[in-house]
């Protein structure tokens, strides 16, 4: 990403451990937020886009484009800025951020069009059913994605807006919040944008250029030779086909284009903060803004989304706003998931957080708190793309970002000396030596992580592009030792 964004990055890895969200907040609005009465409950607006990446607002200090609407959800509370989709992939994040759980665990680990899919099985308890048990109004516009219809899930009012508009979803959500609804409500807002950067190629035709500070991923001259293969298959077979022989005039333009969607997304969020207000509805109210992951946008020389977990995908803008109970103008440097807005939304409205969610409330650092408890390192999944499988974990521990290819070996990075996620430390790993101990290390705790949550990563297998087996053109990666930090042979 920009020099900027890098050193903002850095100082965040310094400051990780002090928890610098805790002491900002004013003591008269802390530890305001006791659990609800059921006579005061609030309502609950939860607005998203598609494929917007965690620094395409200018509340995240990029010049490159203005969003009022985002901002202002920002603006009257917390900002988190290291926030993690549980996977970059469409349906499947959609289905963490309803259930409060991992993709694996939900069953829906990819699109459900792709390679692996399945739809999300009614019987586990989302956003829909938790609240409308709990006597909520439930509404759901906009793109769903997770096969069947949001009034499966619990949500009573629901309009899909098929095609796309998003226009329409907003008039959707304007309409529902003019109708006045039997409150607490508890209303979702899914829009497309800017997703739509898939048709840059037209709407560049459609839109004036030139008009935008733009700053280029530093990585995007990366070759990717000590990257994972499926990253070169990706660039040279797949997506990455659109964007071949790209410069920076090109890289610059496709960004304009992204930012340009974003904006449009952000017209019609601001549509909506607008009628809440009209409507006496923005008080009581709490409004999460955040996305379902990232998008590339040139960085490594790749367009869109693919089969890798660098920064630009697996993380996204959130910010969470209750005006007169949580504070104001306030980051969070957390890294927190998108399996933590089920259980942070239950834990402030009062409905109980139901059994079997893995995400964590985000109620503390809201209240301006240090959490007395937090995990030690961010979890991100991958499975597939249309009919290409490729199975994929990363864990994030502080400055050491660590993932780990069925099949295609590893990455490691610094990311306090490598911030854009240029030089993958584990394409040659040393037999012995610090950064043997710290991929061991790491690889022990996410070979822990799975155990402990059932995931069955290494029942999974990587396929062609067009679906078919590999066989066993490549080894599995070494296997991690028992004991942390004990040393052993490179294989
Ligand atoms: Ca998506």
Redesign the pocket.
């Known amino acids: 990403m920009s020099q900027n964004a890098g050193l903002s990055r850095r100082k965040f890895l310094q400051q990780l451990g002090a928890a610098a969200c805790a002491a900002s907040i004013p003591a008269a609005l802390r530890g305001q937020t006791a659990p609800a009465s059921k006579s005061r409950r609030p309502n609950i607006v939860f607005l998203f886009t598609?494929?917007q990446r965690y620094d395409a607002l200018s509340a995240a200090g990029n010049p490159a484009l203005h969003t009022p609407a985002m901002d202002a959800i920002a603006r009257r509370g917390v900002r988190f800025t290291q926030s993690f989709c549980a996977t970059p992939q469409?349906s499947a994040s959609r289905g963490a951020i309803l259930t409060g759980r991992w993709p694996h665990s939900t069953g829906v680990i990819t699109n459900i069009d792709a390679i692996g899919s399945k739809p999300l099985d009614p019987a586990i308890p989302s956003a829909g059913k938790v609240f409308s048990a709990a006597g909520y109004d439930t509404a759901y516009f906009g793109k769903w994605h997770l096969g069947g219809s949001p009034s499966a899930h619990g949500f009573q009012t629901v309009n899909e807006a098929k095609g796309g508009e998003d226009k329409l979803v907003a008039d959707c959500a304007i309409e529902y919040v003019r109708r006045g609804p039997q409150q607490p409500f508890v209303m979702f807002a899914s829009f497309i944008n800017p997703?739509d950067i898939y048709g840059f190629q037209k709407i560049q035709k459609q839109i004036e250029l030139g008009k935008r500070t733009i700053a280029l991923p530093e990585s995007r001259r990366e070759d990717l030779r000590a990257k994972p293969e499926p990253q070169r298959i990706y660039r040279d077979e797949d997506q990455g086909a659109a964007v071949k022989g790209f410069g920076d005039a090109e890289w610059r333009r496709y960004l304009e284009v992204y930012y340009h969607l974003a904006e449009r997304a952000d017209a019609e969020i601001g549509r909506i903060l607008e009628a809440l207000r009209d409507n006496g509805l923005d008080q009581n109210t709490i409004i999460v803004f955040t996305s379902?992951?990232g998008d590339l946008g040139g960085a490594h020389g790749l367009p869109f989304k693919g089969p890798c977990m660098y920064r630009e995908l697996v993380e996204v803008p959130l910010a969470i706003c209750w005006p007169g109970v949580i504070a104001g103008e306030q980051t969070c440097p957390v890294p927190v998931s998108n399996v933590d807005l089920l259980p942070t939304l239950c834990d402030l409205s009062g409905v109980p957080i139901p059994d079997g969610v893995a995400g964590m409330s985000l109620r503390p650092m809201l209240e301006g708190r240090k959490p007395e408890r937090w995990r030690e390192f961010m979890v991100c999944e991958y499975h597939s793309k249309q009919r290409w499988a490729n199975p994929i974990r990363m864990l994030q521990a502080g400055r050491w970002k660590y993932v780990r290819y069925r099949r295609f070996g590893e990455e490691l990075y610094d990311l306090e000396n490598d911030p854009c996620e240029i030089n993958n430390l584990a394409a040659d790993l040393p037999a012995s030596g610090p950064v043997r101990e710290t991929r061991d290390r790491l690889a022990a705790m996410l070979d822990k992580w799975m155990e402990q949550t059932g995931d069955n990563f290494a029942q999974l297998e990587p396929t062609t592009r067009d679906g078919s087996p590999l066989g066993t053109l490549a080894p599995a990666p070494a296997p991690a030792p028992k004991k942390a930090g004990k040393k052993r042979r490179a294989t």
């Open positions: 598609d494929q469409c997703h379902d992951h």
